[in-house]
Nanobody, 115 residues
């Protein structure tokens, strides 16, 4: 059983920063912490940042140059550093992992950016 728990969301003013964390737990080994997605009200879930199978980071166009994904495999934890936040970054942020050929999602963490 895999559990993904996101944390670090909150309310921040435009131009501010937040760092999200995604911790994987359970009887896991070789879990692949894949990336971050977000979903704003009334919109489809969209890619924020992810790692390819070769470890290259890919970013959604809306966050390029402002967000940075990283991970600590020893701790089974993935991070998303978000800088220069904009009101349009307001969404629920989800992390995604791949384990035994199956995708797992966290419960999400709310990020609200005020103007």
């Amino acid at each position: 059983q895999v559990q993904l728990v996101e944390s670090g969301g909150g309310l921040v003013q435009a131009g501010g920063s937040l760092r999200l964390s995604c911790a994987a737990s359970g009887s896991i080994s070789n879990i692949f912490l894949r990336g971050w997605y977000r979903q704003a009200p009334g919109k489809q879930r969209e890619l924020v940042a992810l790692y390819t199978s070769s470890g290259i980071a890919i970013y959604g166009d809306a966050v390029k140059g402002r967000f940075a994904i990283s991970r600590d495999n020893a701790k089974n934890t993935m991070y998303l550093q978000m800088n220069s936040l904009k009101p349009e970054d307001t969404a629920v942020y989800y992390c995604k992992a791949l384990w035994t050929a199956r995708d797992y999602w966290g419960q999400g963490t709310q990020v609200t950016v005020s103007s």
